[in-house]
């Protein structure tokens, strides 16, 4: 059984910075992808960032130069630093874990920006 516990959710200004943090457990193929989603109300779901175990990355053009992800393959860990926040990247933000016949998602967590 595979888990994705997230963290770091929460509520800034616009032009501040959030760190969102998701740890994987469970049985884990060591070739995987893990990343971002999001969704803001009345939207659907879209990718933010993902990246391979064996180093690729892909952004949404939304959130290039903004955005950095990170993984720790060691501790099944993946990380996002946002920067330069604003309003529209408010969503509930969820991580994805993605491995060969399959694909797990975590609970979500709230990131809400204002003006």
């Known amino acids: 059984q595979v888990q994705l516990v997230e963290s770091g959710g929460g509520s800034v200004q616009a032009g501040g910075s959030l760190r969102l943090s998701c740890a994987a457990s469970g049985r884990i193929f060591s070739i995987n992808t893990m990343g971002w989603y999001r969704q803001a109300p009345g939207k659907q779901r879209e990718l933010v960032a993902v990246?391979?175990?064996?180093?690729?990355?892909n952004y949404a053009d939304s959130v290039k130069v903004r955005f950095t992800i990170s993984r720790d393959n060691v501790k099944n860990t993946v990380f996002l630093q946002m920067n330069s926040l604003k309003p529209e990247d408010t969503a509930v933000y969820y991580c994805n874990l993605r491995v060969p016949g399959g694909e797990y998602w975590g609970q979500g967590t709230q990131v809400t920006v204002s003006s």
């Open positions: 990246a391979t175990s064996v180093g690729n990355s």
